[in-house]
């Protein structure tokens, strides 16, 4: 097995866990009791949804570097056109990146936001005085 075969596995796997690293550090772990929350309830609250929401971006990440990881491991790269596969793979981990940074971005945004929807000023200062 020459360097470049090599090259084929490892690459897949150090891109792997550099984005499952990512996801950790910008993330964190998912709060399941909170998703399940979400999608049983019927009244969502605010951290059910971004704990629900962190449990999908969590699956579609674990599913990209799943697949990236059987792709690198196996014969299939050999077998695809190498420019398509090439062109495939940059898309794949430019998304995968892109969606753990917009859901760190949202999570940090809103995490500090105060909802006062159809309320006065004096509701406000009230509940800003909790």
């Known amino acids: 097995m020459g360097p470049r075969p090599l090259l084929r596995v490892l690459l897949p796997l150090v891109v792997a866990a550099a984005q499952l690293a990512a996801a950790y550090l910008v993330l964190g772990l998912p709060d399941f009791p909170a998703a399940r929350d979400f999608l049983t309830s019927t009244l969502p609250t605010m951290s059910g949804s971004i704990a629900a929401s962190q449990v999908l971006v969590w699956l579609l990440l674990v599913v990209?570097?799943?697949?990236?990881?059987?792709?690198?491991?196996?014969?299939?790269?050999?077998?695809?056109?190498?420019?398509?596969?090439?062109?495939?793979?940059?898309?794949?981990?430019?998304?995968?990146?892109?969606?753990?940074?917009?859901?760190?971005?949202?999570?940090?945004?809103?995490s500090s936001a105060v909802d006062m929807s159809g309320g006065s000023l004096n509701e406000a200062r009230a509940e800003l005085a909790r």
Do not use: E, Y
């Not at 190498?82 to 949202?106: H, P, Q, Y």
């Open 64 to 110: 990209a570097c799943a697949s990236s990881v059987v792709a690198g491991a196996g014969r299939t790269i050999a077998a695809i056109d190498t420019r398509r596969s090439i062109r495939f793979w940059s898309v794949a981990v430019m998304a995968a990146g892109l969606l753990v940074l917009a859901a760190g971005v949202g999570r940090h945004l809103t």
